[in-house]
């Protein structure tokens, strides 16, 4: 069983910036390829980004490409997200998930997603 835990959510002006954390347990961690999510109110959740279980390949949707950055270090069981020039559009509650499976990182679905986090709030102020 994995756990996952978010941190780094909060409330910031358009054009600001934030970083999420994500910290899992127990080990191995490096495991799984991981990615983000998130949830804008009213909406279905949706996926931001991915990045493999070493770290060495990302994958980001269109809508944040050049603005997030994923990112993780196997040694502290921890992955990031980045978050720079923060849009209005961007507010959503942001999950971490993971997924066992090797491979170059891509898009990942809801469904086939082994462990979520319990999910943190980010809300950009226009």
């Known amino acids: 069983q994995v756990q996952l835990l978010e941190s780094g959510g909060g409330l910031v002006q358009a054009g600001g910036s934030l970083r999420l954390s994500c910290a899992g347990s127990?080990?191995?961690?490096?495991?799984?390829?991981m990615g983000w999510f998130r949830q804008p109110p009213g909406k279905g959740r949706e996926f931001v980004a991915g990045i493999s279980w070493d770290g060495s390949t990302t994958y980001y949707v269109d809508s944040v490409k050049g603005r997030f950055t994923i990112s993780r270090d196997n040694a502290k069981n921890t992955m990031y997200l980045q978050m720079n020039s923060l849009k209005p559009e961007d507010t959503a509650v942001y999950y971490c998930?993971?997924?066992?499976?090797?491979?170059?990182?891509?898009?990942?679905?809801?469904?086939?997603?082994?462990?979520w986090g319990q999910g943190t709030q980010v809300t950009v102020s226009s």
């Open positions: 127990p080990r191995p961690f490096s495991s799984y390829a």
């Open positions: 998930a993971a997924i066992l499976t090797t491979g170059p990182a891509r898009r990942l679905g809801t469904a086939e997603i082994n462990y």
